[in-house]
């Protein structure tokens, strides 16, 4: 049983995912079509509210998923190198005065990758993978089929339907009026990927799906039924007020889809015939991740409840502060020396994403390859190389702390004036 429990763990982890960053991610590839900078400025701001708690549903999920997925190790580690460029696009975004493109384009392919890459795991996992007695035993390529790519490309879909909705409910002006135009065509973009990778799961599934079965036939069909019902009151929601009603129909409809999809399939995880039983971990292991990923989902749901709490409402870019600064502010800004501006002090756009994303790679190269390390292993890295990794992210992390210091970034005094 207590294999089931973990399924069932898993499971809300990734439906709270698909449900919570599917459109933070859709958002994120709506921007690459946009030719407004103040359009994008504000799906930046308004992603920079919530996207590390909808992320957190990953790590739960990640936990549990990631030493049970041998297949599929490069478009994992393409998904992660993407989320870890989007946070640091978003956050990099938000602190610019103004809008930033370089980190703007970071933003939109990164949200473009995940999203891909997300959509070729899953349907790998749906074609099945070469195993025998519950090891793998393809090559790395075996990920990479037909299926999986109409996967990828229909997730897609889903996620920029997912977008759209949201910002319907959460923008006003040109952003509202344009999710309200877009959100109809997605949709029916969305269904049309729906049937043709719902007939498709019949020839690429090397299991035999059991229709046959009433209460497994009963279920999948009452779950088609809700989805259905739901598209048509997001087809009617798109456009008109109340401006929340897309969204939340589109989320049940998302839920309704999963449960779809696990009456197909449940309870075999790899077709064609690797079950929920059989890829089970030891009961020790089970216990674990049971008490350990159980309890910290009450704390991260409570996380996005509050951080939807605060940021309720609809998003509204700050005004500019213009006001005239009176004599002590000019006395005060007399004796201190004038901070750069961001553009200055940063220098040429290129050099600052070079210098960015060398710093990034760097850190990941070093929590990704010193498990060869201290594993014993030692093939990609030496324990030199991790040294020299280490001191060089270091370096430049201070060299960059210095040069903002300098450019007055830090005095916060001065920036809240």
Known sequence: MLEYASYAL???ALGAY???DGYDLGIGILSL?????QRRKEYNELIATAWDANESWLILAGVALWAGLPGVYLPL???LLAIVLRGTAIELQSAASGYRRGWGLVFGISSLV???CQGL???AMLSGLPHRDGVFTGGSWDWLTPYSVLCALGLAAVHLLAGAAWLQDKTTGTAHDRAGRVGRPLLVGVAVASVVLGFGLRLADPQHLRFDQPLRAALFGLAVAVTVVCGAIAWYGFGRRPDWRPFAAVAGAEAAGLLALVAVTAPVVVPPDLTVHAAAGPHGSQLFLLIGVGGCMPVVLAYNVYAWWVFRG???QPPAHTDAAGPSDTSAAAERPAAASPTAGDGPWAAVVARRVLLTLL???VAALSQDVFGGVRVWIAPAGVAVCCVTALAVWIRSDRRSAAAGEFDLRAAEK
Do not use: E, N, P
């Open 33 to 37: 079509f946009d030719r407004s900078d």
């Open 314 to 316: 609809k998003f509204a």
């Open 10 to 12: 898993v499971l809300l």
């Open 18 to 20: 698909l449900l919570l």
């Open 363 to 365: 850190a990941v190269a």
């Open 114 to 116: 995940a999203t891909l």
């Open 121 to 123: 795991v899953a349907g």
């Open 77 to 79: 580690i393409g998904m």
